[in-house]
C-alpha cells in the first residue's frame, strides 16, 4: 500500500465516478448521557448498602429497605415498558437488534457505556442474590427485584441512545 492511500481506494478504483455516493459511512455508536451514567453507579451503590443493611441490621428497618425495593422494581416495569417501546418504534425505521436494544450488543453503545450498564446490572442481580442467601424467608429477599433496574437502564441506553443502520425507505 503506498504512503497516500488511505486503504478506502479512490473513486476510480472502487467504480465510483464523480458525485456517485460510496459506501455508508461506518456506524458510530451511541452514548449515554452522563446523568443515567451517574444514575446506574448511585443506584447500584445504594442497592449495595441498603442490602447490607438489611442483612444485618433485624427490625422494621427491613420493611421499609423492602419497600423501597419494591419501589424501585416498579420503576423498573415501567421504564422497561418504555425502552420495548421505543425500540420497536425505531425498529420501523432503523435496524433494532434485540441484543443491541436490550444488552448494548452489536456496537449500539460505545464501549465503556456497555462496560458500565452491564456491570452495574450483574452487579445489582449478584448483590441481590447474595443478600437474599444470607437471610432467605425475609423482607431482604426483595433485593433481587432491583436487578430489574439495570437491565430496565441496559433496555433504556440501547433503544434510546443506540446507533443503528438506517432502513431503506
Known sequence: MDAESDGHGSAS???EGPGEQGPPDPLVPGSAPGG???????LTVAHAALTAIAVF???????VIAG???????????????AFLT???????EYVSVAGAFFLADGAVVSADR?????????QTVVGIVGSSLRPFTS???????????LAMMAIVGSR?????????
Open 140 to 150: 431482604v429477599a426483595f433485593s433481587v427485584l432491583v436487578a430489574l433496574a439495570g
Open 68 to 82: 423501597a425495593f419494591l419501589v424501585v422494581f416498579l420503576i423498573a416495569i415501567v421504564a422497561f415498558i418504555s
Open 13 to 15: 478504483e472502487t467504480g
Open 115 to 123: 462496560r458500565l450498564f452491564t456491570g452495574a446490572a450483574v452487579l
Open 36 to 42: 443515567l451514567r451517574r444514575f446506574a453507579i448511585v
Open 87 to 93: 425500540a420497536a418504534n425505531r425498529s420501523r425505521i
Open 161 to 169: 441512545f443506540g446507533a443503528y443502520l438506517s432502513r431503506p425507505d
Open 57 to 63: 441490621v433485624p427490625g422494621s428497618t427491613r420493611a
